[in-house]
T-cell receptor, first 115, second 110 residues
């Protein structure tokens, strides 16, 4: 595997389900990110982890819970979601968090549908 | 005022023409700027980054930055149908935070 991978690629869940999204980066990077992309809206930053420590939590509802067990893996745990949470969830990673020239690379995304 | 603004388009250009995509940003302290390409149903793919005023060229792509005017643009020369996508402008404000525009849809017609 190379780059940033995400599983599953598609997920359909009911509002009472609990599921998790997984992201893995194979780039030796030190920061990982979760973004949400809804139709017709800009990418919204949700969470940032730098060296496994959460450094940004962008006013995300508590029904989204991130976990970063090491610098290569990032999870987004989902519970009691709402239909408006349906979106493309993108994971990204970067090498030098905090640097003004740091560049983020994205995974393929998980298309989430909440019924 | 949005932090990063782009014309949503669609911008239609004939094959072989130059496509010009524009982006303005509100935070004068922004230090680095990125253009991503996103095909329908896919994730954003980095095309170019630019940090200093002026032009930066990479193949058919040229990024232009004017910090005084808070303006960044992307020129695509010899546009191809495969360039048809949404182009996202992103601005790095303080190291960890990348703020994206809503994107401009580009359509290259053969």
């Amino acid at each position: 595997e190379t780059g940033v991978t995400q599983t599953p690629r598609h997920l359909v869940m009911g509002m009472t389900n609990k599921k998790s999204l997984k992201c893995e980066q194979h780039l030796g990077h030190n920061a990982m990110y979760w973004y949400k992309q809804s139709a017709k809206k800009p990418l919204e930053l949700m969470f940032v982890y730098s060296l496994e420590e959460r450094v940004e939590n962008n006013s995300v509802p508590s029904r989204f819970s991130p976990e970063c067990p090491n610098s290569s893996h990032l999870f987004l745990h989902l519970h009691t979601l709402q239909p408006e949470d349906s979106a493309l969830y993108l994971c990204a990673s970067s090498l030098v968090p905090g640097s003004s020239t740091d560049t983020q690379y994205f995974g393929p995304g998980t298309r989430l549908t909440v019924l | 005022q949005k932090e990063v603004e782009q014309n949503s388009g669609p911008l239609s250009v004939p094959e072989g023409a130059i496509a010009s995509l524009n982006c303005t940003y509100s935070d004068r302290g922004s230090q680095s700027f990125f253009w991503y390409r996103q095909y329908s149903g896919k994730s954003p793919e980095l095309i170019m980054s630019i940090y200093s005023n002026g032009d930066k060229e990479d193949g058919r792509f040229t990024a232009q930055l004017n910090k005084a005017s808070q303006y960044v643009s992307l020129l695509i020369r010899d546009s191809q149908p495969s360039d048809s996508a949404t182009y996202l402008c992103a601005v790095n404000k303080d190291g960890n935070k990348l703020v994206f525009g809503a994107g401009t849809i580009l359509r290259v017609k053969s």
